[in-house]
């Protein structure tokens, strides 16, 4: 099954992702790869009755899976859920892609 690619630019800045949405982050510098496979892929993870979620490095057959570069603040309207705006002060957005 092919994974679709939405820039992240693309959501508005009010657009909720749920935990467990996941996202790739392209030319993240890794050696010895083609620009096609210079990417992380990442997770949201909401670590139960805090106030953040946490951004784990999910990306197959790599050192970094299970890193967690970023950790980002939960819409307060909804606690299971981060705004794109959020997701993209953490993460950045030129490079980066929601999985779907």
């Known amino acids: 099954m092919a994974t679709s690619l939405t820039k992240l ?7 909720l992702f749920w935990f467990g949405s ?11 790869v083609t620009p ?11 670590p139960q ?3 953040y979620m946490m951004v784990v490095n999910a990306t197959v057959g790599n050192v970094k ?3 967690v570069p970023f950790a980002l603040q939960i819409a ?9 705006h959020e997701v ?3 993460m950045g957005s030129e490079q980066v892609f929601y999985l779907g």
Do not use: I, W
Request: proline share 2%; with cysteine.
């Open 76 to 84: 307060r309207e909804n606690g299971n859920a981060a705004t794109a």
């Open 65 to 67: 899976a299970g890193y």
């Open 9 to 15: 630019l693309d959501f508005p800045d009010d657009h």
């Open 49 to 51: 009755g805090e106030e």
């Open 22 to 32: 996941a996202f790739r982050c392209y030319n993240v510098g890794m050696s010895n």
């Open 36 to 46: 096609e496979d210079d990417y992380y892929d990442y997770l949201l993870v909401d």
């Open 88 to 90: 993209r002060r953490v």
